[in-house]
């Protein structure tokens, strides 16, 4: 066992009141490790709040949690706060930002480039998923992924290997999922749930999208971007553009895809690549972050100039590796 591990062990036994949050516009494995956390704190029976400063995404509210999760601060402190998912203190969000300098901090994480801002720091990254550290956390603590524990860890584990199928799923991976499917949960119907979120306005808006799709660097790069014109003109917004970067970086040849979606603050940006290509240095120079297959962040001009900035960026990058 590692020694960070020991120490948050130590840390959750001896504290009674945990704040726990995961990242702003947060993914499966942001929600799926915060509320995993919540439901194993309270199995050790601690006090536990969850918290999320852009709460829950319309895509997740079919897991309907028991457990509040505030987007403002609680009124009573708690002692201890456990971050998870956040690759810097940043993602964490604003409102919660001047207690991350001034309290005990638990930095749970797995992203490359964690600056370790916690006053105790696990971070993992050969871990596919924060979530999957919840589960290794659970099993220290002698509390089996079971129920809701179970599902929540599990949520997390697919939404980040992409349901075992992306370079981080380990072993240990596998075999969590297959201790949570031997605990009771159903596959079948718990995917089922996952992905029927959709709505006719958010395909029709991608079938435009994947149609605007363009390939450069002799089709090594494809490229999609979301407008905010676009966003209105479908009746769609920033959310439903979720997971369709993995869509054209399955075009044969390709080896990044690149999105790029326009939003009040700048243009996000999205890359994913196969194979050793890493990614994370490329967002990693415009201020961003992520991991070797995955990363993102913000570039602060207009979509024109994005376009021609992130493909000269990755082509780089694919002309070093
Ligand atoms: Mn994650």
């Known amino acids: 066992m590692t020694p960070p591990l020991n120490q948050i062990v130590e840390h959750i036994r001896s504290t009674d009141n945990f704040l726990v949050l995961s990242h702003v516009a947060p993914d499966g494995d942001a929600l799926g490790s915060m509320l995993a956390m919540g439901e194993l704190l309270a199995a050790l029976g601690k006090n536990v709040t969850l918290f999320n400063e852009s709460g ?21 402190e708690p002692d201890s706060l456990i971050v998870l998912d956040c690759g810097s203190p940043e993602r964490a969000g604003q409102v919660i930002a001047p207690w991350l300098k001034a309290k005990t901090v638990l930095n749970m994480d797995h992203h490359l480039g964690n600056p370790m801002f916690g006053t105790l720091n696990w971070v993992e990254q050969r871990a596919s998923s924060v979530g999957e550290m919840v589960g290794m956390l659970a099993k220290k603590l002698d509390v089996p992924l079971v129920g809701l524990l179970g599902e929540y860890v599990y949520l997390a584990l697919i939404s980040d290997t992409g349901d075992f199928c992306f370079n981080n799923t380990r072993p240990e991976t596998l075999v969590m999922a297959a201790e949570i499917l ?22 029709q808006m991608r079938g435009t999208v994947l149609k605007r799709a363009r390939l450069h660097a002799n089709g090594q790069i494809s490229l999609i971007a979301f407008t905010r014109e676009l966003f209105e003109q479908t ?28 939003e009040e603050t700048g243009i996000k ?31 602060n001009m207009h979509m024109d100039e994005a376009k021609t900035t992130m493909v000269q960026a990755v082509t780089e990058e694919l002309a070093r590796s």
Request: charged letters at 15%; aromatic letters at 6%.
């Open 235 to 262: 009746g769609t917004g920033p959310e439903d553009t979720e997971g369709l970067v993995n869509t054209v970086l399955y075009v044969r040849g390709v080896q990044v895809a690149i999105s790029l979606r326009e």
């Open 269 to 299: 940006f999205s890359l994913r690549s196969k194979g050793s290509i890493n990614v994370q240095v490329v967002a990693a120079h415009f201020g961003g972050g992520g991991h070797r297959n995955a990363a993102g962040g913000t570039l």
């Open 182 to 203: 031997r605990q009771g949960l159903l596959p079948g119907p718990f995917h089922e749930q996952k992905q029927s979120t959709g709505t006719i306005n958010q395909l």
């Open 56 to 76: 829950i995404p319309n895509r997740f509210t079919w897991l309907a949690p028991k457990r509040e999760i505030l987007t403002e601060l609680p009124a009573v």
